[in-house]
């Protein structure tokens, strides 16, 4: 077993609290904020800070800025409804003007949780789902290749950047 990096019970006491609070407040909303279920949530929190804790020791993560989570936060969840509302509509045209593509998007965020997040955002907006990651460049699928996605993905990395106060 590859030997871990000692870190002082203060700095895993912080990191543990950190993480089990954006574990709860994650899901705290795919509960859609219902509280009924909280006794079997806080065991599913603590089973998931502990696993993050063992996976990523406390000194192994980057710096989190909370401002720029809770900005990150907030857009992504407004770029959600809003694309959201997007996909509904097309699902109510009878012949959905859509073309498809695949389009290669150049990665800026450094390795590592920045771009793992980047990858994943963009993944969960709508009419996107990164395909491949290989090397610098995400391969990215669209429903429709009129839709601005290097515009999307510059503004989404400048998010992330900030999450992890990446100077951009």
Excluded: Y
């Excluded at 950190?18 to 065991?43: T, V």
């Excluded at 989570?69 to 009878?94: E, K, T």
């Excluded at 695949?102 to 395909?131: D, H, Q």
């Excluded at 839709?147 to 400048?158: F, I, K, S, T």
Aim: net charge positive.
């Amino acid at each position: 077993m590859p030997h871990r990096q000692q870190t002082s019970h203060a700095t895993t006491s912080r990191s543990a609290l950190r993480r089990g609070a954006i574990f709860a407040l994650l899901w705290l909303a795919a509960a859609e904020g219902n509280l009924n279920a909280w006794p079997l949530a806080l065991a599913g929190v603590a089973g998931a800070t502990a696993a993050s804790l063992w996976l990523l020791p406390a000194k192994t993560l980057l710096p989190i800025s909370a401002g720029g989570l809770l900005r990150f936060l907030v857009w992504f969840v407004r770029q959600s409804l809003a694309g959201g509302i997007q996909v509904a509509g097309l699902a109510l045209q009878r012949q959905p003007a859509l073309r498809p593509a695949l389009i290669e998007v150049p990665l800026t965020l450094p390795p590592g949780l920045p771009r793992l997040l980047f990858t994943a955002a963009l993944s969960l907006m709508p009419g996107t789902l990164g395909v491949r990651l290989q090397g610098d460049t995400l391969l990215v699928h669209v429903l429709d290749r009129r839709q601005p996605l290097a515009d999307d993905a510059a503004r989404l990395a400048n998010r992330v950047a900030a999450v992890f106060r990446e100077a951009r």
